[in-house]
């Protein structure tokens, strides 16, 4: 760890492989990952006489949270829009998390292969930027080049964009080639650069009907199913065709959880809706024979 980053305790991290991940899962009959996407003007005020109320919202999150999820998802954009204040936000909010909890830099990142390799160490590579996060979201429009240097951290993920959840998705992802629609090709030709030990596609809740054909390329790799709550994705819709035998779904949910209250009991409420949604996954597992 640099000098520069002393100040931040260090923290001893397991490798967090599919094995493991399935063993959370099936330990907390979950497979909930919390979106950490924190907007200052949204927090309840009375966290606004804290130094850093933003770090304490999530602090306060994580806490209440922690049992019932298997992965928090920071979005970096919700810390990058706030300087240098939110790149420490970030830091201090990943040291936060409990060690065996898998935690997923969404940065959306992806460039040519020496930019690329910056990226990866700046979320991966915690000696040299204090975070070490176990996976990074990626696009994949750049190629194999472009993927290879986050690919190269042989500990750690990468969650390539296939299919997303908004209404833009059609604008690329749905379009005709020769071999099928893009986000096909995506897969088909992601899938010879790593196995589903070190590869997961994300796969928007809103694209329910989609599942069936995901699973016939991606029988293995775990998918990132961002859109249930506040975007109206259906976990029932996404675990049907979306389950596989080590579950293979991180369904994740952000404003739906974090602002389930604004008063001083938002921490309780963020619980009461990670519980709600727990309580329906273990009801999923269990139908599914899985726990
Ligand atoms: O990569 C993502 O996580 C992502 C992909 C996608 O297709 N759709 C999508 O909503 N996301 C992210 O997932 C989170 C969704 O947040 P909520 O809609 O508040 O639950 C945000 O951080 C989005 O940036």
């Avoid at 706030?82 to 460039?111: N, Q, V």
């Avoid at 700046?122 to 290879?148: H, L, W």
């Avoid at 599942?211 to 819709?237: C, H, K, T, Y």
Wanted: aromatic share 10%; hydrophobic share 40%; charged share 20%.
């Amino acid at each position: 760890m640099s000098a520069e980053i002393g100040i931040f305790a260090p923290k001893i991290y397991p490798l967090m492989n599919k094995t493991q991940l399935f063993e959370q899962i099936k330990n907390k009959k979950s497979f909930l990952c919390v979106g950490l996407d924190p907007v200052m003007e949204l927090i309840p005020k009375h966290l606004l006489k804290y130094e850093n109320p933003v770090l304490e919202f999530n602090k306060q999150l994580i806490d209440a949270t922690k049992d019932l999820c298997v992965a928090y998802k920071p979005n970096t954009a919700f810390y990058e829009s706030m300087g240098l204040k939110g790149w420490e936000t970030l830091i201090r909010t990943w040291e936060h998390i409990p060690a065996d909890i898998f935690t997923i830099a969404d940065a959306k990142r992806g460039d040519i292969g020496n930019t690329s390799a910056m990226y990866a160490d700046a979320f991966f590579n915690k000696d040299k930027s204090g975070m070490g996060f176990d996976a990074i979201t990626v696009a994949p429009y750049m190629g194999k080049d472009s993927v290879s240097p986050f690919l190269s951290y042989t500990d750690k993920w990468v969650i390539l964009l296939a299919l997303t959840s908004n209404a833009g998705h059609s604008d690329f992802q749905l379009h005709q080639t020769l071999e099928g629609k893009l986000y096909e090709e995506v897969i088909r030709i992601s899938s010879q650069w790593a196995d589903s030990n070190q590869l997961m596609y994300v796969v928007g809740a809103t694209r329910g009907t989609e599942f069936e054909n995901i699973r016939r390329l991606a029988p293995d790799n775990f998918l990132l199913v961002p859109g249930v709550g506040a975007q109206g994705g259906s976990l029932a819709e996404v675990c049907r065709y979306g389950l596989n035998s080590t579950c293979g779904l991180l369904v994740n949910s952000a404003r739906s959880v974090i602002y389930a209250g604004n008063g001083e009991d938002f921490a309780e409420k963020a619980r009461e809706e990670a519980l709600r949604l727990q309580q329906e996954m273990a009801q999923i597992l269990q139908a599914a024979g899985l726990v």
